[in-house]
């Protein structure tokens, strides 16, 4: 799913806890706590009310440590993941461990959505060279511009030079095919740098973090030129 979307789920559950972010109302005879944390999980990706009501007494039952642990997972990440300065792939550190690692080619880029495409691709263990994580995909219907994306400094590495290769390996469907042809056109009259597009092997309209290494490694090994 691409980040700056919401879904369904997450519109229902948004709508339920009030327009302008008041509280929730809780209904009779409910721990206004507890209908809180359901109200929290209920907004997670993927998950509906009920299993937000399942995880909440879930939580509620197991030892108090059990579910501070997992409290304290989330305190984590959200205070020391960080995105790449250079890539914006999720890392620990100011500059990830692909940017560091001075093995692979960095004339090579491979330019995608999400940092799950990143893990998708470093599955197959096929590519060697450097990405490019837009931090999702050109969806002015849901008000996703180009300027929520990272096409301003993915343009700013092309210029300080040595990349040779942009591989746009955004999602087969429509917000994928947008961005790329956006950035083909961004692109035109860069000198030296060949753009070219995965293409055989992933079904139309799917996401690339979803199908199997095999069809990743095709798709990235019969990537075509993109033409004007
Ligand atoms: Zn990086």
């Known amino acids: 799913m691409t980040e700056p979307h919401s879904s369904p789920l997450k519109k229902r559950s948004l709508h339920s806890v009030g327009r302008g972010g008041e509280p929730p109302q809780t209904p009779p005879g409910v721990s206004r706590v ?21 995880l909440a007494y879930h939580l509620l039952r197991v030892p108090k440590e059990e ?3 997992l409290a304290h997972a989330i305190g984590e990440v959200k205070e020391s993941v ?19 690692d001075a093995e692979r080619d960095s004339g090579v880029v491979c330019v995608v959505e999400q940092s799950k495409d990143v893990y998708a691709i470093e599955a197959t263990s096929s590519y060697h060279g450097r ?3 837009l931090l999702g995909a050109l969806a002015p ?6 300027e929520h994306l990272t096409i301003e400094p993915l343009l700013a590495r092309i210029r300080v030079g040595g990349i040779h290769e942009l591989i746009i390996a955004t999602n087969p469907n429509f917000e994928g095919d947008g961005t790329a042809l956006l950035l083909r056109e961004k692109l035109r009259g860069v000198p ?7 293409a055989r092997g992933i079904p139309s309209g799917s996401h690339i973090e979803h199908v199997s290494r095999t069809i990743v490694q095709d798709a990235l090994e019969g990537r075509r030129e993109m033409s004007d």
């Open 34 to 54: 507890l209908q809180a944390l359901v109200e929290e999980l209920a907004r997670l990706p993927g998950i509906g009310k009920k299993t937000a009501e399942r």
């Open 67 to 69: 579910a501070l642990r």
């Open 82 to 100: 960080r995105h790449c300065k250079t890539c914006f792939h999720i890392t620990e550190g100011e500059v990830c461990s692909i940017c560091l």
């Open 131 to 133: 990405y490019h994580v």
């Open 141 to 146: 219907l849901d008000g996703v511009e180009p």
């Open 192 to 198: 030296d740098v060949r753009v070219t597009r995965i």
